[in-house]
């Protein structure tokens, strides 16, 4: 079946680490998303890709960095930068005009 | 910009009984897609419903049932005979027409949390 992966499913961070966030899809999307979300906040963007080798920022990019070497994969990583990175983090893509489909999410905790 | 406001950070409803979760949203467009999407405990994000402006017939899947007025900008949900397992957070969502660019994205209100009493 088609759909979103993300991996890991839970994620521990130490203090001045770098981690990465998996997504990986096999419904031939074009474009893929990543978000944060927060307790009372909804979902925030933080970066998006609508082509391969290409992507932009979203309203929270600062501290988070992307790439989209092939159009299967969108991995994010959290650098050492984002000072509060403890959230739940999902990945969604999409093809034309319809909605998103999104992956199961990965929660991030800072120890 | 487009924003979305979801104006009930939380709702309770008896099981089998009917609840509406509002929404609106402020645009300048006359032609958008606007959705429905229902976070349960486990947090995968699911698709409920979807309606597209152009189109004046409310959506419809099942118990779920949209209240589309355009000119008020409004969207509202509606779920017939709840059941447990409705309860969730559900977020109202909006995408232009204009899906390249940034236009294109889903922009999210902040979620309503439904409960579902038994």
């Known amino acids: 079946d088609g759909g979103i992966t993300q991996s890991p499913k839970y994620l521990f961070r130490k203090e001045g680490q770098n981690v990465t966030l998996s997504c990986e899809q096999n419904l031939n999307h074009d474009a893929m998303y990543w978000y944060r979300q927060d307790p009372g906040q909804g979902l925030r963007l933080i970066y998006y890709s609508q082509i391969v080798n290409d992507f932009q920022k979203g309203d929270i990019a600062e501290g988070y960095s992307v790439s989209r070497e092939k159009k299967e994969s969108f991995p994010l990583t959290v650098t050492s930068a984002q000072k509060n990175p403890t959230a739940f983090y999902l990945c969604?893509?999409?093809?034309?005009?319809?909605?998103?489909?999104f992956g199961s999410g990965t929660r991030l905790t800072v120890v | 910009a487009q924003t979305v406001t979801q104006s009930q950070p939380e709702m309770s409803v008896q099981e089998a009984e009917t609840v509406t979760l509002s929404c609106t949203y402020d645009t300048s467009e006359s032609d958008y897609y606007l959705f429905w999407y229902k976070q349960p405990p486990s947090r995968q994000m699911i698709l409920v419903i979807r309606q597209e402006a152009y189109k004046q017939q409310n959506a419809t899947e099942n118990r779920f049932s949209v209240n589309f007025q355009k000119a008020a900008k409004s969207f509202s949900l509606k779920i017939s005979d709840s059941q447990l397992g409705d309860a969730a957070m559900y977020f109202c969502?909006?995408?232009?027409?204009?899906?390249?660019?940034?236009?294109?994205?889903?922009?999210f209100g902040k979620g309503t949390k439904l409960s579902v009493k038994p």
């Open positions: 969604a893509s999409s093809q034309g005009a319809f909605g998103y489909t």
């Open positions: 969502a909006y995408r232009s027409l204009n899906y390249g660019g940034s236009q294109g994205n889903l922009i």
